[in-house]
C-alpha cells in the first residue's frame, strides 16, 4: 500500500521566518501534488512536480521533488500570515494524500 | 465561472440513518472524486467518476456508494450511519482523468452523526 507521510504533523513560527516541509513514502509515485488548504474550505492546488529533481517556485514557496521520486519538499520563505493552513500533499491521481501540515504563522 | 458546489454544507443525521451529498462540478469538467476528511485520518479518497462510469474506488465498506448522471453531477449515499462517518465530505472536479490535471475542490460537507 502506497502511503505519503509529511513532516512535521504542525509547525508554529514568527511571520518573517523560513520553514521546510516535507512530504516522504517509499514508493515511487509518477507525480505530486501540493494543495493548501484554508479553515472551511476545500484544498486548494498549489503546484504538480512530475520530474524527479524538478524544483518549481511560485513566489516564496519552492517545491522540489526528489531525485526517486519519493518524496518532495516544500520550503517557505519568509513567510506570512497569510500562508497559515494546512499543506497536503498528494500522488497517484490523486487517490493517496499525505495527513498533512498544519502551518501557524505568528503575527 | 462557477466553482465546484456541494450540497448542503451540513448535515446533522442520527446512527442508522442514512444520507445523500451532492455535488456539482465546474462546467465542462467530467471527473468527480470524493474524500472523507477526519482529524485522524486525513483526507481519503471514496471514489470517483468519470463520464458516469466508476473508475476507482477507495478503501470504504460497501455503505458508501455514489454515482455520476450525465451532466456530470454527482451524489453520494451513506446507508446505516455510524457515529465514526462524521466527517468533512469533499469533493473534487477536473476536466479530464490525466493525474497532471488540476482537481478543484468544493467547500465540502460537514456531516455530523450523533
Known amino acids: 500500500t502506497q502511503l505519503l507521510e509529511q513532516s512535521p504533523q504542525f509547525l508554529s513560527i514568527q511571520e518573517g521566518e523560513n520553514l521546510t516541509v516535507y512530504c516522504n513514502s517509499s514508493?515511487?509515485?509518477?507525480?505530486l501534488q501540493w494543495y493548501r488548504q484554508e479553515p472551511g474550505e476545500g484544498p486548494v492546488l498549489l503546484v504538480t512536480?512530475?520530474?524527479?529533481?524538478e524544483v518549481k517556485k511560485l513566489k516564496r514557496l519552492t517545491f522540489q521533488f526528489g531525485d526517486a521520486r519519493k518524496d518532495s519538499s516544500l520550503h517557505i520563505t519568509a513567510a506570512q500570515t497569510g500562508d497559515t493552513g494546512l499543506y497536503l500533499c498528494a500522488g497517484d491521481d490523486k487517490i493517496i494524500f499525505g495527513k498533512g501540515t498544519r502551518l501557524h504563522i505568528l503575527p | 465561472k462557477a466553482g465546484v458546489t456541494q450540497t448542503p454544507r451540513y448535515l446533522i443525521k442520527t446512527r442508522g440513518q442514512q444520507v445523500t451529498l451532492s455535488c456539482s462540478p465546474i462546467?465542462?469538467?467530467?471527473?468527480v472524486s470524493w474524500y472523507q476528511q477526519t482529524p485522524g485520518q486525513g483526507l481519503q479518497f471514496l471514489f470517483e467518476?468519470?463520464?458516469?462510469?466508476?473508475?476507482n474506488k477507495g478503501n470504504f465498506p460497501g455503505r458508501f456508494s455514489g454515482r455520476q448522471f450525465s451532466n456530470s453531477r454527482s451524489e453520494m449515499n451513506v446507508s446505516t450511519l455510524e457515529l465514526g462517518d462524521s466527517a468533512l465530505y469533499l469533493c473534487a472536479s477536473s476536466r479530464q482523468i490525466d493525474p497532471n490535471t488540476e482537481a478543484f475542490f468544493g467547500q465540502g460537507t460537514r456531516l455530523t452523526v450523533v
Open positions: 462546467s465542462g469538467h467530467r471527473s
Open positions: 514508493s515511487v509515485f509518477s507525480s
Open positions: 512536480v512530475v520530474t524527479g529533481g
Open positions: 467518476y468519470f463520464s458516469e462510469t466508476q473508475r
